[in-house]
């Protein structure tokens, strides 16, 4: 019995640390009636199976880890597929667009090469991205500086949001880690995160793409700028709860 107790203590205090980046002892020993030393004890219990890192006066959640971009781009391509043809089918000639580095963004990239659009202006953080828009004969393609991350094959960091931050498109299209039971747009950590919000927010229409795969799924780092969001392009509409969620929140959705 006293382990059952325990062990729900334990998820309320994960719960806690879900929907907000820290939560202290004092905080904890108010909402759960126990007392500070027994969080302390949980806290260092979930410290040591790395669910949570300790810090003066309470905790703090530890970033998701993201799977490697190579195996992330095997799931669900044929969802993918499809919203990268609904992002193309949105493009005019001229136009100026912001893509991200995600494995569904490269699926737009692919799908802009192979198309017949002219003189696309297109700013990415994505080395990939870059070179796939550039087989476009009249594509003016522009890599964003910053600091570079293997992981993604990418730029991110302080000096590409200050570059994001002076730039003005007609759309941008981002990809998504997470959309969770509540209908919120995460991603694996608050780096991503921030690049991904400065893009939409540096578009007249920003849209965020997010394949089926990534339905339910609970990541830590909230997406800022919904409101900014013109549609969250998606290969299949959502469960009915996830959905009616997004509408709560104001995001429309889009099905390739």
């Known amino acids: 019995m006293t382990r059952d107790i325990a062990a729900r203590r334990h998820r309320a205090i994960l719960?806690?640390?879900?929907?907000?980046?820290?939560?202290?002892?004092e905080e904890l020993a108010r909402s759960l009636e126990v007392s500070r030393e027994t969080i302390r004890r949980d806290l260092k219990v979930l410290s040591a199976d790395g669910r949570l890192s300790i810090v003066h006066g309470g905790a703090i959640r530890n970033?998701?880890?993201?799977?490697?971009?190579?195996?992330?781009?095997?799931?669900?391509?044929e969802g993918k597929e499809r919203i990268a043809s609904l992002a193309a089918s949105m493009l005019g000639d001229g136009m100026t667009i912001l893509l991200d580095s995600g494995t569904t963004t490269e699926a737009v990239a692919r799908a802009l090469a192979r198309s017949d659009r002219k003189r696309l202006v297109v700013h990415?953080?994505?080395?990939?991205?870059a070179r796939l828009v550039s087989r476009l004969p009249d594509a003016r393609v522009f890599l964003i500086g910053g600091e570079f991350d293997r992981n993604e094959d990418a730029t991110s960091g302080s000096e590409a949001l200050r570059?994001?931050?002076?730039?003005?498109?007609?759309?941008?299209?981002?990809?998504?880690?997470?959309?969770?039971?509540?209908?919120?747009l995460t991603d694996y950590n608050r780096a991503g995160a921030a690049i991904r919000g400065a893009l939409l927010h540096a578009a007249e229409q920003g849209f965020l793409m997010a394949d089926s795969s990534k339905f339910g799924l609970v990541l830590p780092s909230r997406i800022e700028g919904e409101e900014r969001c013109a549609a969250l392009l998606v290969d299949r509409l959502p469960p009915e709860t996830?959905?009616?969620?997004?509408a709560e929140n104001r995001v429309r959705v889009l099905a390739g």
Do not use: C, Y
Request: cysteine-free; glycine content about 6%.
């Open 15 to 25: 719960d806690d640390l879900d929907r907000l980046e820290s939560v202290t002892v």
């Open 63 to 77: 970033e998701r880890s993201e799977a490697s971009f190579a195996s992330r781009r095997s799931v669900n391509r």
């Open 124 to 129: 990415t953080t994505s080395l990939e991205n």
């Open 163 to 184: 570059a994001i931050a002076r730039l003005s498109a007609d759309l941008s299209f981002v990809s998504v880690g997470g959309v969770d039971v509540e209908g919120r």
């Open 242 to 246: 996830i959905g009616a969620k997004l």
